[in-house]
């Protein structure tokens, strides 16, 4: 698969039975449809704010976005509702979620989600 962001080919790791496309030059991670749910794995992550979020209708179509690395489709911009506000794309077509370096540790930590996951992830992504 190649990197949205830098164009780069990434590697895919797994974790936690979840697929996760990195890319080492820019460090950002893909999660297909449904992986985030998956890694948050907490009781009533389906109902959680970002989660309701990613569901957004109307997600902010700004200039410069990036192409799904899986259709190649311009994907959306959607702010989470965490503190501080974290902007992360999703390709309008329901592929999956980028992630700029970061951003899916602190959206875990933000969920309440295992700390150990994002320790883990952090071990690994640096």
Not at 31 to 53: Q, Y
Not at 81 to 102: N, S, V, Y
């Amino acid at each position: 698969m190649i990197c949205p962001a830098c164009r780069k080919d990434m590697i895919i790791i797994e974790v936690d039975k979840v697929e996760i496309d990195y890319c080492p030059i820019c460090e950002g991670t893909w999660l297909d449809e449904g992986g985030l749910e998956l890694l948050m794995n907490t009781p009533g992550s389906e109902n959680s704010p970002i989660i309701r979020a990613l569901a957004s209708e109307n997600p902010a179509k700004t200039k410069d976005r990036r192409p799904c690395p899986a259709c190649d489709r311009k994907m959306w911009r959607v702010d989470l509702p965490t503190t501080p506000a974290i902007e992360i794309d999703r390709c309008p077509a329901m592929h999956g979620l980028w992630f700029d370096k970061g951003e899916l540790q602190d959206v875990l930590k933000a969920s309440g989600s295992d700390d150990g996951l994002a320790k883990t992830l952090k071990s690994i992504f640096g």
